[in-house]
């Protein structure tokens, strides 16, 4: 059966329909457009379908919304067999409701494949039609007229979207596969155009200018440009002519964009960032302020009820720092012990007694030091009736980290001693190499000296020569501790 070139969605669709009705199996007919001259290749074994009398009527026979949706773009694909495949689907369809669902299905395979194509060019033909202005002055209204080569039959299919985009005005858009016209607001299709000769206008110029606005050499690949703009469509583009000396000029352009470019934040996003600053150091003080005035006992009750973190279900209690409150030297070890969490006191059992000892040594007063841990419950594992102490994990520390922060607003102590890596975590950030790190110091974001050394509880698993080295190196770090506090204030 012989389908026109212009709308043919309405003749393939009342011919299928019939067909189907009629239960003429797809080997038995023949389809083609009028433009199509191919010779019947098959037509000895197939039948012209009769003509029909009057229209089928649509709801006759059904399909999925979906096919209708493959056959719209479908019937624009240049393929001359696209209307045997989906007359082929059509028929399947009709006993097997999920066809086009069968990802293993070469003819649907195929068939989306066409439509894809369709979409493919439609999206060209919209982004590449260039208007030339065909206007007579003295006489009508500014008139246009583009020439574009499709790869398919999509001048129907894209017609609509020049009509909205440029209802305003009267232009022609002519192509080999049909030519679509917009005249006082009225659109209309016709068949057969030849190449016409188009004047060069201005308005070639004025793509060239845009364009050349639009391009950023700077982003240049050229491969992905030639395939998102295939050379075929580039004869019919007036800016294409710019394109082999652009993509000649971009590097040094781009290397030139780069001398200029601005190296400052614009001052706008400078004055933002030191407002934020202020504003956040504004609220630091006065929260420090705040807890200050409240003091370290009010501190100490406010803990004893706290739940920042799951460690407080099974301790036995808070265990928080001790010490007076202006004591000049604070050391920070991890967190309490079984000991210290029955006792509710920091560094009670066998570690604060090394601890207790190489103070002594160093000339450090306990009671004149500030002690606590960076963590303030004990963290342990059931194993029969002992409690076996697990390490805090760094959100456990970074939760805790609020408390120690606040005990340093009010004591400000002038030196503080990590001991071990999480106090080291807790307080610098920073919570490896402890190693190499002992014996130095580091400051904090005010200016507080850290002195960095080892967890007394680590020396106590250490034996023979390791643990008398590490008890050394400990006791010349407190020393180094002292020295640091009694040191004159640097700038
Ligand atoms: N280990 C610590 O880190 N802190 C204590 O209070 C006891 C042991």
């Given at each position: 059966m012989t389908l026109p070139l212009m709308g043919f969605e309405k003749a393939f669709r009342e011919k299928a329909r019939l067909a189907v009705l009629e239960q003429l199996?797809?080997?038995q007919l023949l389809w083609r457009s009028d433009s199509e001259t191919e010779a019947d290749l098959f037509g000895h074994n197939r039948r012209d379908l009769r003509k029909s009398k009057g229209s089928v009527p649509e709801d006759s026979i059904s399909v999925p919304k979906a096919y209708i949706e493959l056959m719209k773009a479908v019937l624009c694909h240049s393929d001359p067999e696209r209307f045997h495949l989906l007359y082929h689907a059509l028929w399947r369809l009709q006993a097997e409701r999920h066809l086009l669902q069968d990802r293993s299905s070469r003819l649907i395979s195929r068939l989306q494949n066409m439509a894809k194509s369709v979409r493919r060019d439609c999206h060209k033909m919209t982004a590449f039609v260039r208007f030339r202005e065909i206007s007579n002055a003295q006489t009508g209204p500014r008139a246009f007229h583009a020439w574009f080569e499709p790869d398919h039959w999509i001048i129907e299919r894209a017609g609509p979207f020049f009509a909205n985009r440029f209802g305003d005005m009267d232009w022609i858009i002519e192509t080999p596969k049909g030519c679509a016209q917009l005249h006082d607001g009225a659109l209309s299709f016709s068949k057969d155009v030849p190449q016409p000769h188009v004047p060069e206008d201005e308005t070639g110029e004025l793509w060239n200018t845009y364009y050349l606005n639009i391009f950023n050499p700077a982003r240049l690949k050229v491969k992905a440009m030639q395939s998102e703009?295939?050379?075929?469509?580039?004869?019919?583009?007036?800016?294409?002519?710019l394109i082999p000396e652009m993509i000649a000029t971009a590097q040094s352009r781009s290397e030139a964009m780069q001398r200029e470019a601005?190296?400052?934040?614009?001052f706008r996003a400078e004055r933002l960032r030191s407002m934020m600053q202020q504003r956040e150091e504004l609220e630091n003080a006065k929260a420090n302020q705040q807890i200050a005035a409240g003091g370290l006992d009010d501190l100490k009750l406010r803990a004893s009820g706290?739940?920042?973190?799951?460690?407080?279900?099974?301790?036995?209690?808070t265990v928080f720092g001790e010490g007076p409150a202006d004591a000049e030297l604070m050391l920070v070890g991890e967190q309490p012990g079984d000991r210290e969490d029955l006792a509710g006191?920091?560094?009670?059992?066998p570690a604060g007694q090394l601890l207790d000892r190489l103070m002594q040594e160093a000339g450090i007063d306990r009671e004149r030091a500030y002690l606590t841990n960076a963590v303030k419950h004990f963290k342990f594992e059931p194993r029969g009736k002992r409690r076996i102490h697990k390490n805090p994990s760094k959100a456990e520390i970074t939760h805790c980290k609020w408390w120690l922060e606040a005990e340093r607003a009010v004591i400000r102590p002038k030196a503080i001693v990590a001991l071990g890596g999480s106090a080291a975590l807790a307080l610098t950030g920073r919570g490896d190499g402890i190693l190499k790190r002992r014996g130095t110091v580091e400051r904090l974001p005010d200016g507080t000296p850290v002195l960095i050394t080892f967890h007394p509880s680590a020396i106590l698993r250490m034996t023979g020569a390791a643990s008398q080295t590490a008890q050394q190196d400990m006791l010349s770090d407190l020393r180094s501790a002292l020295r640091v506090l009694t040191a004159p204030a640097s700038a």
């Open positions: 199996p797809p080997d703009m295939p050379k075929k469509y580039w004869r019919n583009m007036p800016e294409t002519a601005a190296t400052q934040p614009p706290c739940t920042r973190c799951p460690l407080h279900c099974n301790a036995t209690q006191r920091p560094f009670v059992g």
